[in-house]
């Protein structure tokens, strides 16, 4: 565990709570050379109504993981996520684990484990380094 992983967990749960999801608000922040150059939280894409689930409780299809919206983000700011690390609140699911490898991430510190590990599994299979902290 490196000195600021829990601080920077901290934050990420911080900005989880921006978000308008009511089932699970997911926190997710890239940092790189000890520099915060992404954040996002789970959400609807953007010009979207800021509602995430239907009227059953179930949530809609379009919602984007946080993890998704930090790598999209700093995708359009031009900035580089190769060799980040990635801090997020809840383990990533397979799909983003594939946008995580993708983008060169090659770190991934996560406080909540998620029931299925299909993406933590292939972050691990595919070299990056995984690590939980409560």
Same mark, same amino acid.
Do not use: R
């Given at each position: 565990m490196q000195k600021f992983d829990c601080s920077y967990l901290e934050m990420a749960a911080v900005w989880a709570r921006n978000s308008y999801c009511k089932r699970r608000q997911v926190g997710a922040l890239?940092? *790189?050379?000890?520099?915060i150059i992404s954040d996002g939280y789970n959400g609807t894409p953007s010009g979207f109504e800021n509602i995430c689930e239907d009227?059953?409780?179930?949530?809609?299809p379009y919602v984007?993981?946080?993890?998704?919206n930090a790598i999209s983000k700093v995708a359009k700011?031009?900035?580089?996520?190769l060799g980040a690390t990635l801090y997020v609140?809840?383990?990533?699911?397979?799909?983003?684990? *594939?946008l995580i490898i993708q983008a060169g991430i090659k770190r991934v510190v996560y406080r909540d484990e998620y029931r299925i590990t299909d993406g933590i599994d292939l972050l691990k299979r595919a070299g990056v380094e995984?690590?939980?902290?409560?």
């Open positions: 890239i940092v *790189k050379d000890k520099m009227e059953n409780g179930v949530t809609k984007l993981h946080a993890e998704a700011s031009g900035n580089s996520s609140t809840a383990s990533p699911c397979l799909e983003c684990a *594939k995984v690590e939980q902290i409560d």
